[in-house]
């Protein structure tokens, strides 16, 4: 069987790690000893659960530097948003380690009536082995956002990540080393093969990645009778009215369309102006211009490089379509010479209809386009089968929530990049960018676990001993 590789796409003959994938046999025979382990770890009181969880957020605290410099190494990102993915990664172990003591009721229907004398209540429990399957370009913060919450609510978890992210992957099993009971966690190297092998042998699925993948993913969990949740792309707009202010909306889009190679799944990729584009688009093809691309470690660094050669390829070649069918390049900007780096590009005069403008291309490219009012711009925002973040920005309140319900996006921002995430809310899209239940925030506790309600009655009178 040939290994996976991962390299670092700003010196791609760094090879960082190399594996030979889980065999889809080994899945199944480490499925069965992390459902073993987790029988005895959802009868863990609170405090050990807890205790694991925020141990391994100190753990990681303590590796901040070196979890950052392999971020940077492995997936080129940029050392200021590596060492904020540590920082966040940090956090979230934190966070669910405190949900070890929320209530375990429905919070709608913790207790009700009984009908006779006793209790009527309700309480979630773990649904088994969590199988979580993750892209590469948030190699620390998504498998955490994914386990913390699985292990938190009792579960045992089967971990695939990227080939891309293989010594990430890694980093995240040796977070948990000593601190969970063996077994429990199981990180599982691979490419497709493997992934399918964690859908089949596990009892809830937790998918983030590409839309193709997903829909794949979560069919092939529904098959299976298995809860599952999938994160995919986006096509995400901005829209700017009137009212915003050019200068500073261009610098936040800028950083959303272009920061870490436009690589996550809420980057701005069609910037929508509603009225006249003239001073916006020059602020933009300035900030834009003003975004340093080169060596992600250097902390000056806004854009490194892509993933792999075939991103950069889809990347041009997208941008080569998108020219030929009229649209036109707006920015001159050249790339650093070694390494997987593309400019970042802005287009202008692009058919909405034009696959640049509908599909996720994942690299430093963004459209802009120019719209007569709301509706119109609220349609074209909508046009696309996506449906993961909207970013709006204005400053009259009327007009800003009138774009707030007309588009049908999962997240909606108001004068804040599409890109960022809060952790401790719920997260996801509608439409193509989403299947099933919201992760994060406590939406990833009630996803984890499975609720069943209670029926309890005191036992009837027994007649020997009222005789005696
Ligand atoms: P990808 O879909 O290529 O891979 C994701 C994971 O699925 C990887 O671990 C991969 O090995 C695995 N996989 C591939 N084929 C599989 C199969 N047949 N069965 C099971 N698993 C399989 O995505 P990627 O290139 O790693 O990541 C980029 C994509 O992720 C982009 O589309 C981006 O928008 C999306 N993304 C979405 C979110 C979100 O929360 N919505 C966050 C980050 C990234």
Redesign the pocket.
């Known amino acids: 069987m040939s290994l996976i590789q991962s390299r670092s796409p700003q010196k791609p003959d760094d090879v960082v790690a190399e594996r030979a994938p889980v065999t889809p046999d080994r899945v199944r025979k480490l499925a069965d000893s992390v459902r073993v382990a987790q029988d005895a770890w959802r009868r863990r009181d609170p405090y050990g659960r807890a205790a694991a969880l925020s141990g391994a957020a100190d753990r990681l605290r303590a590796r901040a530097g070196e979890a950052a410099a392999l971020i940077v190494r492995e997936v080129g990102k940029p050392v200021v948003e590596a060492n904020a993915e540590v920082s966040r990664a940090a956090a979230i172990l934190d966070y669910y380690a405190q949900s070890c003591f929320a209530a375990i009721g429905d919070l709608l229907a913790p207790t009700l009536p009984a009908n006779q004398p006793g209790l009527l209540f309700t309480e979630r429990r773990p649904r088994g082995v969590a199988g979580l399957?993750?892209?590469?370009?948030?190699p620390l913060a998504?498998p955490l956002w994914k386990a913390a919450p699985a292990l938190a609510t009792g579960n045992g978890v089967l971990l695939?990540?990227?080939?891309?992210a293989l010594a990430c992957g890694e980093l995240v099993a040796g977070l948990f080393d000593g601190l969970l009971p063996d077994d429990l966690l199981h990180v599982v190297p691979?490419?497709?093969d493997t992934?399918?092998a964690?859908?089949e042998a596990a009892d809830v699925v937790s998918?983030?990645?590409?839309?193709?993948?997903?829909r794949?993913?979560a069919a092939a969990a529904v098959r299976a009778g298995l809860p599952v949740q999938a994160?995919?792309?986006?096509q995400n707009a901005a829209v700017v009215l009137p009212d915003a202010d050019p200068a500073t909306t261009a610098t936040m889009l800028a950083g959303a369309a272009m920061g870490y190679a436009g690589q996550?799944?809420t980057a701005t990729r069609r910037i929508i102006v509603v009225g006249d584009a003239t001073a916006l688009t020059e602020a933009l093809v300035a900030a834009v211009a003003g975004l340093r691309v080169g060596d992600p470690a250097d902390a000056g660094v806004a854009v490194g490089p892509v993933i792999t050669d075939a991103a950069r390829r889809r990347v041009l070649d997208g941008v080569a379509a998108a020219r030929a069918a009229g649209g036109r390049v707006l920015t001159r900007l050249t790339s650093p010479g070694d390494g997987l780096y593309v400019a970042p590009v802005l287009l202008d005069s692009v058919d909405p209809g034009h696959p640049v403008a509908c599909e996720?291309t994942?690299g430093p490219l963004a459209s802009i386009f120019t719209v007569p009012d709301l509706p119109a711009a609220a349609a074209l925002v909508n046009h696309v089968r996506y449906g993961?973040v909207t970013s709006v920005h204005g400053r009259d309140i009327g007009r800003l929530f009138e774009v707030v319900r007309a588009v049908d996006t999962g997240l909606i921002r108001v004068n804040t990049p599409t890109t960022g995430v809060d952790f401790h809310a719920p997260?996801?899209?509608e439409k193509a960018?989403?299947q099933g239940p919201r992760e994060q925030g406590t939406a990833a506790l009630d996803f984890y676990t499975s609720l069943r309600t209670i029926t309890l009655c005191t036992p009837p009178p027994n007649p020997a001993e009222e005789a005696a």
């Open positions: 399957i993750t892209p590469w370009n948030f998504i695939k990540p990227s080939p891309e691979g490419g497709a992934g399918q964690v859908v998918f983030t990645g590409s839309a193709t993948v997903g794949g993913v994160e995919m792309g986006g996550k799944c996720e994942f993961l997260f996801g899209g960018s989403s």
